[in-house]
């Protein structure tokens, strides 16, 4: 049975001092977090280790990209090696934002998820469709080429350490949420992917979660339909009130 993940993604937000607030308020907020509910936040790289310090160890840490070589002349990039040094155990990997503003390509992706599987990093995948392509019924064709070129190489023994995240791009930020049956639809064709790429064990120990407008109004929604394991949640992520409300209510379900 797989127990249920709830990412933050903190995205580009906050001073120090106001991480530090989050950080002290979520963790007040969730003294009681018990084994249903596994619970991330993925603070900007530069907060990464003082909220690390500040988070009980019920819940972990994420961060937001890695590069996918060992260590090296590349400026202005952040490895494994160093994400894991302050205590990270899970990455977002491919985010919509990163795909648009930052240009990068299914083949980076790739690189990515397996340097951070090589080096015991969880990476959380995100995939999915652009209005445009879902107003021309090309979601699930999208969707399967961004997760099977991810797991490009990506061994049976491996896949495990994997999460995917149906991101539909027209939903994020937008106030504007998939209907939980349309997510249900496309995340089991993911786990229908999966299987038919590894087997069936794997498809049922993959979690794969949902995001795009996700609040404490719509949490239930998602998380009661059969294949979503849980969410990754951005812009409600940042208000600790919100945030603590839908990790209770994962908890209740
Ligand atoms: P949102 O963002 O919850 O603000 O829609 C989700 C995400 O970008 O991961």
Same mark, same amino acid.
């Given at each position: 049975?797989?127990?249920?993940? +709830?990412?933050? %993604? ?8 106001? /991480?530090?607030?989050? #950080?002290?308020?979520?963790?007040? @907020?969730?003294?009681?977090? /018990? ?14 280790? %003082? ?5 009980? /160890? ?15 002349? *590349?400026? @202005? ?12 155990? *899970?990455?977002?990997? @491919? ?11 299914? =083949? &980076? ?20 469709? #652009? ?7 090309? #979601? ?9 070129? =991810? ?9 495990? !350490?994997?999460?995917?995240? *149906?991101?539909? +791009? ?35 120990? +993959?979690?794969?979660? *949902?995001? @795009? ?16 394991? !849980? ?8 208000? =600790? ?9 994962? &908890?209740?379900?």
């Amino acid at each position: 049975m797989r127990n249920k993940l +709830i990412v933050g %993604n903190w995205k580009m937000n906050l001073t120090l001092e106001e /991480s530090r607030r989050l #950080t002290l308020d979520i963790r007040q @907020g969730l003294t009681n977090l /018990s084994e249903k509910a596994e619970v991330v936040v993925c603070p900007s790289f530069v907060h990464l280790a %003082n909220v690390h310090y500040q988070l009980p /160890s019920s819940i972990k840490l994420g961060s937001q990209n890695v590069f996918w070589k060992g260590n090296g002349a *590349y400026t @202005g990039e952040i490895s494994c090696d160093q994400i894991l040094d302050l205590g990270c155990s *899970y990455v977002i990997v @491919g985010h919509s934002e990163r795909r648009k503003n930052l240009k990068e390509t299914d =083949a &980076m992706v790739n690189d990515k998820v397996l340097e951070c599987l090589q080096k015991g990093l969880k990476p959380i995948i995100c995939v999915g469709e #652009t209005k445009d392509e879902k107003e021309k019924g090309m #979601t699930e064709e999208k969707v399967t080429q961004q997760v099977e070129l =991810a797991l490009e190489g990506v061994k049976s023994k491996d896949v495990i !350490g994997v999460t995917i995240a *149906y991101e539909p +791009i027209w939903a994020i930020g937008s106030s504007n949420s998939a209907e939980p049956s349309d997510a249900q639809i496309v995340i089991s064709r993911i786990r229908d992917i999966l299987e038919n790429n590894y087997s069936e064990k794997e498809s049922e120990i +993959i979690r794969i979660l *949902y995001g @795009g407008s996700v609040n404490p109004q719509n949490i239930a929604s998602f998380v009661l339909e059969k294949d979503i394991d !849980g969410v990754l949640v951005g812009g409600v992520s940042v208000k =600790a009130n919100e945030f603590v409300g839908i990790v209770k209510q994962v &908890m209740k379900i």
